[in-house]
Structures are given as structure tokens and as C-alpha cells.
């Protein structure tokens, strides 16, 4: 049963456009989610998180939106850039914060 | 810092044979992660360190799979006989604090191949 679903394998956006990757979870213990970020042939790196009691976080081009009620949230990309390109994997984690567990991954392609 | 190191880079085995990865996490980090990447199923925990100690390896797909960290420099995660639906590319991951409170440092990975 998988508890964190990023339920679209690939998205395509044009270069300066925003791309939106979406992820719902299961579990409401959930208090703490991230997003890595995916290149070929290297480990997934940290791109941003946010805690349950936010509903937003901002960081430069990279916002992720927290909707506790559907259980959704949301990584936004404004604007696209082709270095975007990549897979990226959202996260989540319960209070005691020793499990993350991960979606199966958003493949992104930005075209130039 | 090197970050996060895990040897080989590739493996190609054959089915039935020992297959034994290699990981040296980020120095002072007291927690290490390994974890699986297959199309199916993403990216799967197998099993979690703190301080050297096996906290939690119930994403241990069976008894063929083992981790051991015989100290804060050094993991192993080992198969043994292969199979082919083994074929994954495994990543070690280390971080200061519980995870999901921080980021974690991964590896680039081992992309195993079993024939």
C-alpha cells in the first residue's frame, strides 16, 4: 500500500512556463514533507520542505503548497528552466521522524 | 567534504551469486539509509542505522538481503544468492538527525544488474 503517490509519471512544460508536480499521501500522522530533486546517474538531492503547521513555503523559484484537509500537496516551478529537467520525489514523514517514506517519482521535462 | 560514497558504481552478477555494496556516509552524520530505486515500486527504505544500530529493517525484502555497520565510517548491504528481480539501483543516504526533520545526503547510487 503506498502511502505517498505521485500518481503522473512524466510532465512536459515549456521552458518559462510553471510546472506543477502533485502528491497525495494516506496517512494524516504525516507532519513533515520534502521534495528531492533527480538527475541521471546521481543520488536524489534536497530541494525543499514544509511542515504541517505551513501551508506554503517559498524558496527562490521552488514553492510547495500543503493541503492537510485532501491530503495533497504540491511543488510549483516559476519559471522553468530546461536544468529543471529531472525526476523529482516527494517525501513525507510522521512526528516521530525516523520513517520517510517516498512517492515513486515525477519525471520533468522542460523543452528550451 | 566527499559526500556520501558508495562502491561499486556498477555490478553485473549472475544469478546465485553474493552481491555486497559498499557505502561510507558524510562524516558525523549518525544516521545511514539504504534504500532501492526500481520503476515499480520508486524509492523503497530498506533498512536504517542510528549510531551503528539497526533501528529498522522491515523494508528488508527477505532473508537473502543483510546490512551491517560495523562502525560510523562504514555500511555493507549484501545479497545473497541474487536473483534478477534484484536488478535495482541502491542508494545509501546519511543525515544528522531523525529523518523527515532534515534532508538527507544520498550517494550517486549502484545500478545491480543480476543475469
Known amino acids: 500500500d503506498q502511502q505517498v503517490k505521485q500518481n503522473s509519471p512524466s510532465l512536459s512544460v515549456q521552458e518559462g512556463r510553471i510546472s506543477i508536480l502533485n502528491c497525495d499521501y494516506t496517512n494524516s500522522m504525516f507532519d513533515y514533507f520534502l521534495w528531492y530533486k533527480k538527475y541521471p546517474a546521481e543520488g536524489p538531492t534536497f530541494l525543499i520542505s514544509i511542515s504541517s503547521i505551513k501551508d506554503k513555503n517559498e524558496d527562490g523559484r521552488f514553492t510547495v503548497f500543503l493541503n492537510k484537509s485532501a491530503k495533497h500537496l504540491s511543488l510549483h516551478i516559476v519559471p522553468s528552466q530546461p536544468g529543471d529537467s529531472a525526476v523529482y520525489f516527494c517525501?513525507?514523514?510522521?512526528?516521530?521522524?525516523?520513517?520517510?517514506?517516498f512517492g515513486a517519482g515525477t519525471r520533468l521535462f522542460v523543452k528550451a | 567534504d566527499a559526500g556520501v560514497i558508495q562502491s561499486p558504481r556498477h555490478e553485473v552478477t549472475e544469478m546465485g551469486q553474493e552481491v555486497t555494496l559498499r557505502c561510507k556516509p558524510i562524516s558525523g552524520h549518525d544516521y545511514l539509509f539504504w534504500y532501492r530505486q526500481t520503476m515499480m515500486r520508486g524509492l523503497e527504505l530498506l533498512i536504517y542505522?542510528?549510531?551503528?544500530?539497526?533501528?529498522?529493517d522491515s523494508g528488508m525484502p527477505e532473508d537473502r538481503f543483510s546490512a551491517k555497520m560495523p562502525n560510523a565510517s562504514f555500511s555493507t548491504l549484501k545479497i545473497q544468492p541474487s536473483e534478477p528481480r534484484d536488478s535495482a539501483v541502491y542508494f545509501c543516504a546519511s543525515s544528522r538527525t531523525p529523518q523527515g526533520r532534515n534532508e538527507q545526503f544520498f550517494g550517486p547510487g549502484t545500478r545491480l544488474t543480476v543475469l
Open positions: 542505522f542510528n549510531n551503528n544500530v539497526p533501528i529498522d
Open positions: 517525501a513525507a514523514s510522521d512526528p516521530g521522524g525516523f520513517k520517510t517514506i
